[in-house]
């Protein structure tokens, strides 16, 4: 029997029960709600020691003729893309099946015609336009490997990401609207290109209308490109293990990890949780804010729901613009019924009251939902009462870029729910918690390292270029289990709350931040000797960042603040810019050299009574004086 929807906690714990005892009959009844040119002559091979995971081996597809052709016939004239813009007075674009083939296929026609082919890497840096989700799908039409550079990162950050995975064409845009302001894309893609000589194309759509400059022999307006090319371009017959997409994410050191995504597995899996958590009915309108630069927005704007025939709504802007009720006009304009965002914006909008929401019709919601970062039992409830009017569920869903779908979630009015837990695993996730020795604890109610005992069929393969690093990350902390970074507890009934993450991963408002490649940044400056970057709770952000530094000469001031913010911001972008910047004599250190993160973490947070023994620091006066200039 099928599992694909999952109606009642009965179904949900048959469905859990199946999935475990007998994994490859589960998944296999769960891939043959999908359009397949051949069908897969194993379900799972895998060796987490290597690791390696092979899911539907043998099985050929395309996951474009499964989100958008097999659709055509019943749904070709719904919806499939609601694309509201930035500015609310230009109006909502309704881009329907039909549509979305036709310019998918052109936009695939587009890149073969620049000689792009199976297996090749684009690199898409735009903004949340039609085109970057014709983007993505065009890649897959004709079995191209995407990576989405969130358009929020650097020239340098997008230089190395291009670089990591030898791109050879960028699609961009004349600029992008974000609230009042204007970003100039292309001039960022200009610059990064200087670092990046094995770039052929850039394809530049026209969004802001802005005079840019374009290199001849290798800038095109892609509109005029567009206009030319055919509405019907034969889908590429991938196998199940091709890669589909690489996104990178950051590590807690050395530079970003370019997680390889491949197809089978994850249209099975991403679709399978679209369906379930947010229970999306034929006629419903689903929303997630996220943007497509992050893998909430592959998995939970592009691909999950177009592969249930959805219709997905893609917001340009941000939700201050041009008010602070700018999400609940566009709940209460479209009728969303179920609505996907992040901690990080639920706090900043109750922080401007609840006369925003007040003042529209949100009774369309039927599934409000969480991701991103642990979210605080106030938030939850604002949102749970100001949004949701205590009528709809909130889905509080775990996971990360590396697993390509949600892990641990309450379905929608089935399961459980409780403010700040995740609660449970879907369907073939088997979630353990480790104690310190390295072994798994047996007794219900815990807390420990959060690991995977079992691979599920939308697990990234690899880090693109680096294998070992794959396997030294993520399965060498403990034995042949998938270790996530996160910590987390398990209650009495064995609902799992995530604790935040047990490594040197920061989140700031929803976004992964590795402190080793801000550290590196910093420490660029010709005036700073050494850095250490940590985390502090902050009212919105979730966390902040403080950073302590040395300087080789002198005093700090303002103005070497706003350098090394400035720095920070041209090598990874504005969202790592450090809140609070100490200028110290010296760091604290093991005896072997290591800063000891831990003690400057207890003070950037004010927890100075418990800082446990210094004594065998290697320069245990330093903490005096640091915790004497702490800046509150
Ligand atoms: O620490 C967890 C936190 O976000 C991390 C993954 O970040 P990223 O790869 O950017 O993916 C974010 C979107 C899928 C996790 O290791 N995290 C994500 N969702 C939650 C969460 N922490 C607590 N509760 C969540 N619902």
Same mark, same amino acid.
């Given at each position: 029997?099928?599992?694909?929807?999952?109606?009642?906690?009965?179904?949900?714990?048959?469905?859990?029960?199946?999935?475990?005892?007998?994994?490859?009959?589960?998944?296999?009844?769960?891939?043959?709600?999908?359009?397949?040119?051949?069908?897969?002559?194993?379900?799972?091979?895998?060796?987490?020691?290597?690791?390696?995971?092979?899911?539907?081996?043998?099985?050929?597809?395309?996951?474009?003729?499964?989100?958008?052709?097999?659709?055509?016939?019943?749904?070709?004239?719904?919806?499939?893309?609601?694309?509201?813009?930035?500015?609310?007075?230009?109006?909502?674009?309704?881009?329907?099946?039909?549509?979305?083939?036709?310019?998918?296929?052109?936009?695939?026609?587009?890149?073969?015609?620049?000689?792009?082919?199976?297996?090749?890497?684009?690199?898409?840096?735009?903004?949340?336009?039609?085109?970057?989700?014709?983007?993505?799908?065009?890649?897959?039409?004709?079995?191209?490997?995407?990576?989405?550079?969130?358009?929020?990162?650097?020239?340098?950050?997008?230089?190395?990401?291009?670089?990591?995975? &030898? @791109?050879?064409? #960028?699609? !961009?845009?004349?600029? *992008?609207? =974000?609230?009042?302001?204007? %970003?100039? $894309?292309?001039?960022?893609?200009?610059?990064?290109?200087? &670092? @990046?000589?094995? #770039?052929? !194309?850039?394809?530049? *759509?026209? =969004?802001?209308?802005?005079? %840019?400059? $374009?290199?001849?022999?290798?800038?095109?307006?892609?509109?005029?490109?567009?206009?030319?090319?055919?509405?019907?371009?034969?889908?590429?017959?991938?196998?199940?293990?091709?890669?589909?997409?690489?996104?990178?994410?950051?590590?807690?050191?050395?530079?970003?990890?370019?997680?390889?995504?491949?197809?089978?597995?994850?249209?099975?899996?991403?679709?399978?949780?679209?369906?379930?958590?947010?229970?999306?009915?034929?006629?419903?309108?689903?929303?997630?804010?996220?943007?497509?630069?992050?893998?909430?927005?592959?998995?939970?704007?592009?691909?999950?729901?177009?592969?249930?025939?959805?219709?997905?709504?893609?917001?340009?802007?941000?939700?201050?613009?041009?008010?602070?009720?700018?999400?609940?006009?566009?709940?209460?304009?479209?009728?969303?019924?179920?609505?996907?965002?992040?901690?990080?914006?639920?706090?900043?909008?109750?922080?401007?009251?609840?006369?925003?929401?007040?003042?529209?019709?949100?009774?369309?919601?039927?599934?409000?939902?969480?991701?991103?970062?642990?979210?605080?039992?106030?938030?939850?409830?604002?949102?749970?009462?100001?949004?949701?009017?205590?009528?709809?569920?909130?889905?509080?869903?775990?996971?990360?870029?590396?697993?390509?779908?949600?892990?641990?979630?309450?379905?929608?009015?089935?399961?459980?729910?409780?403010?700040?837990?995740?609660?449970?695993?879907?369907?073939?996730?088997?979630?353990?918690?480790?104690?310190?020795?390295?072994?798994?604890?047996?007794?219900?109610?815990?807390?420990?390292?959060?690991?995977?005992?079992?691979?599920?069929?939308?697990?990234?393969?690899?880090?693109?270029?680096?294998?070992?690093?794959?396997?030294?990350?993520?399965?060498?902390?403990?034995?042949?289990?998938?270790?996530?970074?996160?910590?987390?507890?398990?209650?009495?009934?064995?609902?799992?709350?995530?604790?935040?993450?047990?490594?040197?991963?920061?989140?700031?408002?929803?976004?992964?931040?590795?402190?080793?490649?801000?550290?590196?940044?910093?420490?660029?400056?010709?005036?700073?000797?050494?850095?250490?970057?940590?985390?502090?709770?902050?009212?919105?952000?979730?966390?902040?960042?403080?950073?302590?530094?040395?300087?080789?000469?002198?005093?700090?001031?303002?103005?070497?603040?706003?350098?090394?913010?400035?720095?920070?911001?041209?090598?990874?972008?504005?969202?790592?810019?450090?809140?609070?910047?100490?200028?110290?004599?010296?760091?604290?250190?093991?005896?072997?050299?290591?800063?000891?993160?831990?003690?400057?973490?207890?003070?950037?947070?004010?927890?100075?009574?418990?800082?446990?023994?210094?004594?065998?620091?290697?320069?245990?006066?330093?903490?005096?004086?640091?915790?004497?200039?702490?800046?509150?």
């Amino acid at each position: 029997m099928s599992h694909y929807h999952i109606t009642s906690k009965e179904q949900y714990k048959q469905a859990y029960q199946e999935s475990v005892e007998n994994p490859e009959e589960f998944w296999s009844s769960i891939a043959e709600n999908f359009q397949w040119n051949k069908k897969w002559d194993t379900v799972l091979n895998f060796d987490f020691s290597k690791p390696e995971i092979n899911w539907f081996q043998g099985a050929k597809l395309n996951i474009t003729e499964n989100c958008i052709d097999r659709h055509l016939f019943e749904r070709g004239n719904k919806t499939a893309l609601l694309f509201e813009p930035n500015n609310p007075s230009e109006g909502a674009e309704h881009i329907t099946y039909q549509q979305l083939h036709d310019r998918v296929c052109k936009m695939a026609n587009v890149l073969k015609n620049q000689g792009i082919k199976k297996g090749d890497r684009v690199c898409l840096y735009l903004p949340m336009i039609p085109e970057l989700a014709i983007s993505v799908l065009a890649c897959a039409r004709i079995g191209a490997i995407h990576t989405v550079v969130f358009a929020g990162f650097s020239a340098s950050a997008l230089a190395a990401r291009i670089l990591d995975c &030898d @791109c050879t064409l #960028v699609i !961009t845009s004349d600029g *992008a609207f =974000r609230g009042s302001k204007t %970003i100039d $894309l292309k001039g960022i893609v200009d610059k990064a290109l200087k &670092d @990046c000589p094995d #770039v052929k !194309t850039i394809l530049v *759509a026209k =969004r802001i209308y802005a005079e %840019i400059t $374009l290199t001849e022999g290798r800038d095109y307006w892609l509109q005029p490109l567009l206009d030319k090319a055919e509405t019907i371009c034969k889908p590429e017959v991938m196998d199940a293990e091709d890669p589909l997409f690489i996104l990178y994410t950051s590590g807690s050191t050395g530079k970003p990890k370019g997680m390889v995504h491949t197809t089978a597995g994850y249209m099975v899996y991403s679709a399978f949780t679209f369906k379930n958590v947010f229970q999306y009915e034929e006629e419903d309108v689903y929303w997630c804010t996220a943007d497509i630069g992050w893998i909430t927005g592959h998995s939970y704007i592009v691909y999950g729901p177009l592969a249930n025939g959805a219709t997905s709504v893609m917001f340009e802007g941000v939700p201050s613009h041009p008010d602070y009720g700018r999400f609940w006009d566009i709940v209460e304009k479209h009728k969303v019924n179920q609505f996907y965002t992040a901690p990080t914006a639920i706090r900043a909008l109750a922080k401007q009251g609840a006369k925003w929401p007040k003042s529209y019709d949100l009774s369309s919601l039927k599934v409000l939902g969480t991701v991103g970062e642990p979210i605080n039992e106030e938030a939850w409830h604002w949102y749970d009462e100001q949004i949701g009017k205590g009528n709809c569920p909130i889905v509080d869903t775990w996971w990360q870029t590396e697993n390509g779908g949600i892990l641990i979630t309450s379905l929608p009015g089935i399961t459980r729910q409780i403010p700040t837990y995740a609660t449970l695993p879907m369907p073939g996730i088997q979630p353990c918690l480790m104690d310190e020795k390295g072994e798994e604890i047996t007794t219900t109610e815990a807390s420990g390292k959060l690991c995977i005992k079992f691979p599920w069929p939308s697990i990234a393969r690899t880090i693109w270029g680096n294998h070992d690093r794959y396997r030294d990350t993520y399965f060498s902390a403990f034995k042949n289990k998938y270790f996530t970074g996160d910590g987390a507890l398990r209650n009495a009934e064995g609902l799992y709350r995530i604790t935040g993450r047990v490594d040197d991963v920061i989140i700031v408002s929803g976004h992964n931040l590795g402190t080793a490649p801000i550290e590196d940044a910093i420490d660029e400056h010709p005036n700073v000797s050494e850095s250490a970057i940590v985390g502090f709770p902050h009212d919105i952000k979730g966390n902040a960042l403080y950073g302590f530094v040395t300087l080789v000469d002198g005093e700090g001031s303002e103005k070497l603040k706003k350098e090394i913010n400035n720095l920070i911001s041209e090598k990874i972008g504005p969202i790592a810019k450090l809140d609070k910047i100490q200028f110290t004599e010296g760091l604290p250190k093991t005896r072997s050299g290591k800063i000891m993160r831990r003690i400057l973490r207890k003070i950037a947070s004010n927890e100075t009574d418990s800082l446990g023994d210094i004594s065998t620091l290697l320069n245990p006066e330093v903490v005096e004086n640091i915790i004497k200039e702490r800046l509150s």
